[in-house]
């Protein structure tokens, strides 16, 4: 089995800083992305940003510039962060951590998803 934790979540000042954690484990054979979604109530999740295997970024337009994605992995362990700086209002929402991953040799890629850790910037 696959298990994803998120931490960091909170209540922040609007211009303030958050650093968002998700830790993937378990039998994880190959990694091929992980990425940051939002969500706020009666909308679709959203997506934040991602980082693919050798590293490359791709963030949405309204946190670019001001959010970095990293990761590290052992055998058996990948973790993400997101550091988010100049949090507005806007960035309120519950963050979703996702890893595509193949738990298992000979399969894609899939989709696993964390329970979420909310973020509010109050004003």
């Known amino acids: 089995q696959v298990r994803l934790v998120e931490s960091g979540g909170g209540s922040v000042q609007s211009g303030g800083s958050l650093q968002l954690s998700c830790v993937a484990s378990g039998h994880i054979v190959r990694r091929c992305q992980m990425a940051w979604w939002r969500q706020t109530p009666g909308n679709e999740r959203e997506f934040v940003a991602s980082?693919?295997?050798?590293?490359?970024?791709?963030?949405t337009n309204s946190v670019e510039g001001r959010s970095t994605i990293s990761q590290d992995h052992s055998d058996h362990t990948i973790t993400m962060t997101l550091q988010m700086n100049s949090l507005t209002v806007e960035d309120t929402a519950v963050y979703f951590c996702?890893?595509?991953?193949?738990?298992?040799?000979?399969?894609?890629?899939?989709?696993?998803w964390g329970q979420g850790t909310p973020v509010t910037v109050s004003s």
């Open positions: 996702e890893a595509q991953i193949a738990p298992n040799l000979g399969e894609m890629c899939r989709s696993y």
């Open positions: 980082i693919q295997k050798y590293g490359k970024t791709i963030y």
